[in-house]
């Protein structure tokens, strides 16, 4: 099994700045793409960025998503935040795992990580 622990989230005011960080880990063969969505309450659960450079247009320019393969960890770096931004952010990681004697294909999602921007 594959699992994704998030980290980084908490309150912060407008214009300020937050780095959130997930870590997979299990019986990993390799990861194609990792990304970034968020769900506030209410709304459907969107995309923010993916490690393909795919970003929301609600956010571009302002968000950066970063991996590094060693630690098959993914980053986003949330710049000038806004009241809007506020929401859970969950990580999403997708790829080969070979958990016991067959490959398997897995699509993996963290907890989820409250991000509030508020004054």
């Known amino acids: 099994q594959v699992q994704l622990v998030e980290s980084g989230g908490g309150l912060v005011q407008p214009g300020g700045s937050l780095r959130l960080s997930c870590e997979a880990s299990?019986?990993?063969?390799?990861?194609?793409?990792m990304a970034w969505y968020r769900q506030a309450p209410g709304k459907e659960r969107e995309l923010v960025a993916d490690t393909a450079n795919k970003y929301a247009d609600s956010v571009k320019g302002r968000f950066i998503i970063s991996r590094d393969n060693t630690k098959n960890t993914v980053y986003l770096q949330m710049n000038s935040l806004k009241p809007e931004d506020t929401a859970v952010y969950y990580c999403?990681?997708?790829?080969?795992?070979?958990?016991?004697?067959?490959?398997?294909?897995?699509?993996?999602w963290g907890q989820g990580t409250q991000v509030t921007v508020s004054s």
């Open positions: 299990g019986s990993i063969l390799s990861i194609n793409v």
């Open positions: 999403n990681a997708q790829g080969l795992s070979l958990p016991y004697t067959a490959i398997q294909r897995f699509n993996a």
